[in-house]
């Protein structure tokens, strides 16, 4: 039954399609060519066609770009309603021009015209109204917040943001590592052959996610591929784990471990989706985006948490880093900038305890750990869980 009505549904995608492509038609009139809207056969308006369609480059990449980007939505849309049923979805990768197509779409503008919206104040009487709306289409629980009063809220950005009641996420003491936030575990494992797992079967390169090696460190050993680089202690192995915050998730993250952040490197880049459809679709979907690379080391050695934007997500804020400003109209196509930590007054970095306030995303985003840890080291987890801040990842 549920197969039947995926065919209905895209009988009536392909039949809108059809009917969107009669509304206009060409009429030659006193020979000029004119441009008729019709409803029941009635005739509403004419122009001419050249004042009808004055389109422009931008235009025309903007409107192709976004029904593109229309056209994915909807083919996730069916791979989730498959997955649901338990049918394994093969993976099919998109092609140069499919990426390039998409990242044509000006979502950094976007973003940053949405990051505005969020930020005018709502009338008291309309806030219950927008925010239920929310609330209803994104599964929020309310219960949960710090403030359920959803009048205290004056804009959207506010509420987004919201804060949660002390114990609504108690923070496992009994392992090492725990989630840094609410979402849905993508993938983890070991990191293999410089390569980390987007979703089973889609990978991306370690050393682009991460950027090269900081100048400040110790030059490696001639040879060693930068996985090994990232090691420093001998037997310890590098470890990943992918988390997806989706729009209705609490949007703070935290401290996932005891450790000290020593370096942070931003890279502005496109603001792509990062739903699991996309990633799935996409390869090096993280490289492409916008995010902040934060790297220190625990008690096992190196350990790093990167925030990856996302589409409406172009603000990403590190709570102890004044100078970071993401989303920012200067955009230089594969740059980063780099801020240390560590200076004379300060030669230990930022110390975090596991737990505590790190950041925070605007809507809602992705969250990749990588680090060391010994190879007696065992994730608490299953690909596609829902995982709440506080729970264990994984322990030795």
Not at 126 to 145: C, D, H, Q
Not at 230 to 237: I, W
């Amino acid at each position: 039954m549920a197969e039947k009505s995926l065919c209905f549904r895209d009988a009536i995608h392909l039949a809108d399609i059809f009917m969107l492509g009669q509304v206009l038609y060409k009429k030659h009139f006193s020979g000029l060519a004119v441009c008729v809207f019709i409803t029941d056969k009635k005739k509403l308006h004419t122009a001419p066609v050249r004042q009808v369609f004055r389109l422009r480059p931008f235009h025309v990449l903007v409107a192709t770009g976004g029904g593109y980007a229309g056209y994915r939505k909807y083919e996730d849309y069916k791979l989730e309603q498959l997955e649901k049923r338990g049918i394994e979805v093969p993976v099919k990768l998109a092609s140069k021009w499919e990426v390039a197509l998409y990242k044509s779409v000006p979502t950094r503008l976007l973003s940053r015209a949405w990051g505005r919206l969020n930020q005018v104040e709502l009338p008291t009487w309309l806030r219950k109204p927008v925010y239920s709306l929310y609330i209803w289409t994104f599964g929020v629980n309310m219960k949960e917040a710090a403030v359920e009063d959803l009048h205290h809220y004056r804009n959207l950005s506010e509420f987004f943001r919201r804060k949660l009641k002390p114990q609504a996420r108690p923070v496992c003491c009994l392992h090492s590592v725990i989630s840094p936030s609410d979402g849905k575990i993508l993938n983890f494992g070991q990191v293999k052959n410089c390569e980390v797992e987007q979703v089973k079967g889609v990978t991306y390169s370690l050393e682009s996610f991460l950027g090269p090696r900081i100048s400040t460190e110790e030059l490696p050993p001639p040879g060693n591929s930068f996985q090994q680089q990232l090691v420093t202690k001998e037997g310890n192995e590098l470890y990943h784990c992918v988390i997806y915050l989706a729009p209705g998730d609490y949007h703070c993250f935290h401290s996932p471990t005891d450790w000290r952040v020593s370096h942070r490197r931003h890279f502005p880049g496109s603001l792509m989706s990062v739903n699991p459809g996309v990633a799935r679709w996409i390869k090096e979907l993280f490289c492409h985006n916008e995010r902040v690379v934060l790297t220190g080391d625990w008690k096992h050695g190196f350990f790093s948490l990167t925030a990856v934007g996302a589409t409406n997500v172009g603000s990403i804020r590190i709570y102890f880093d004044q100078d970071l400003h993401t989303n920012s109209p200067s955009y230089s196509k594969g740059s980063y900038n780099d801020f240390s930590f560590i200076s004379n007054n300060n030669k230990k970095g930022i110390p975090m305890r596991k737990g505590e306030h790190l950041g925070e995303f605007n809507l809602g985003s992705t969250i990749v750990l990588i680090f060391e840890a010994p190879k007696d080291f065992k994730f608490h987890l299953k690909a596609g869980q829902k995982i709440r801040f506080g729970e264990a990842l994984g322990s030795l």
